[in-house]
Structures are given as C-alpha cells and as structure tokens.
C-alpha cells in the first residue's frame, strides 16, 4: 500500500520513499501498462516519482555546432563559455511554434535565469528591440540582433552573420 506524503511537491504522483516507488516502477516494467514506461525514480521536494524519458526538442548536434561556430561566445556580452556551460536560446519560442534552425537560435551563457539568457528572459521589452526574441508573425531572418551591444546582423540559415549594411562573417 503506498504511503501519502503530507503535502506533494508537484503533479506526478508522489510517493514516500525510495523504495515505494521502485515498487511501483518494477510493477509497470513487468505488466507493460503504458507506450512510454519510466526509466528511473527520482528525488524531488516531498517525495519520490517515477522518471520518465524526455523528449530532446532543442537542436542537433550539428545545428548547435554550427550556432556555436557561428557565434563564437554569448551575442549579448561576449564571454566565451565552456559548451556544457552556454545555452541555445530560441528567439521564437518553440511554445510559439519556434523552430530549431539557424536564424532563430543564438547562443547565450547561462540559463533561462542566470547569466545573458536570464537577463533576456527577464527583460522581454529589451530583448525584443535588441533582437535576442522575435515578435509573432515576424520571421527571425528579418529581425536583426544587436551582437555585443555595437553591431546590429542577420543571422543566415546557412549559419553566417549578415552585418547590417556590410559583409557576412
């Protein structure tokens, strides 16, 4: 019988101990309730659920390869960040119909709340007029993004920097 955590931590269903939920996660393995069966358990705030695979939604290895070469470091400040360290920032978000290709990814250090990511997510209006986010019915290769606060470019969905009024890069 599964014990009731006080108060869950979130909607998955939560159990009390570790042991509760490998129980549960055995008994889904060997009657093959669902398509997709959890992988593991895990630890969260009050209580332990059942992990289940995620979806990778980001980029290819190849399309972020190429950001990456393409951007060098974080077109907001410049740093130059470990790759398990920087993040692809969509400037459509994928929840807006967004897609994974060149001209609407940058990269960015941080996360979606630390570093360069973080202050663009947090300053929407900002990030909009600098081109870090691109406004709905826009289509991202028309929208130039401000590269390190002096140059304004276009991204090119061949993985290239168009300068405003100049030469790619």
């Known amino acids: 019988m599964k014990t ?3 108060r869950p931590c979130c909607s998955k269903e939560t159990f009390a101990n570790e042991a509760e939920a490998r129980r549960r996660l055995e008994r889904m393995h060997a009657l093959g309730l669902r398509s ?3 992988i593991d358990v895990e630890h969260c705030f009050n209580g332990w659920h059942l992990k289940f695979p995620q979806p990778d ?6 399309l972020r390869a190429l950001v990456e070469a393409r951007d060098k470091g974080c077109v907001r400040c410049g740093a130059v960040v470990p790759r398990d360290e920087d993040s692809i920032h969509h400037r459509i978000p994928r929840g807006r119909g967004g897609e994974n ?3 609407n990814l940058l990269l960015l250090c941080g ?3 630390t570093g360069c ?3 663009v997510e947090q300053h929407r209006t900002e990030a909009y007029n600098h081109g870090y986010l691109v406004r709905t019915g ?3 290769l028309d929208v130039p993004v401000l590269l390190l606060g002096t140059t304004w470019a276009y991204p090119s969905p061949d ?3 168009v300068i405003s009024g100049g030469e790619g890069s």
């Open 159 to 161: 993985g290239k920097w």
């Open 101 to 103: 290709t060149a001209e």
């Open 36 to 38: 997709v069966l959890p």
């Open 57 to 62: 939604t980001g980029p290819s290895p190849k």
């Open 138 to 140: 826009f289509d991202p």
């Open 117 to 119: 990511h973080g202050y």
């Open 4 to 6: 009731r955590v006080a």
């Open 111 to 113: 996360s979606g709340t």
